[in-house]
Every structure is written in structure tokens, then in C-alpha cells.
């Protein structure tokens, strides 16, 4: 999955074999991009943020992109 269908800002792939793994993955990239002050995945990071008011939102949000990593094909 890449960093925007994770609900980041850039194309950047992560590849896991769970995701819990792709969700840490993704979370050390954004922390990288934070500190980096990257205008673009300061925005992305603002709109899960307003998810996380909303706690059916953001279990809603998350349910969808587990579903969404268990349809990718299994590479070899």
C-alpha cells in the first residue's frame, strides 16, 4: 500500500506481511515527514487528526483500510 491509500500525502510503497506491521510502517514514515516539517503530510496527518475526534470515524476509517490490505494479492 502506498503512503495516500494510507491516508498520507505521497506515493512512497510499504510492503508488509500484516497490518499492524503496514500501520507501523506507515506511522514511522509520517513521524520522518513530520520532522522534516513536509508541508503536504503535515496536512494528510491534520485530517486523520479530526478522524480521531470521532472515534466511530476512526474505527470506520480503520476497518477500511484493513479490509483494503487484506484484498492486495500476496506477492512472491
Known sequence: MTCKELGGACDKAFHANSFEEMAELSKKHGMEMFQKGDKDHLEAMNEVKKMTQTPDAMKSWF??????????PESV
Open 63 to 72: 476497518e477500511t483500510k484493513r479490509k483494503e490490505f487484506d484484498a492486495l
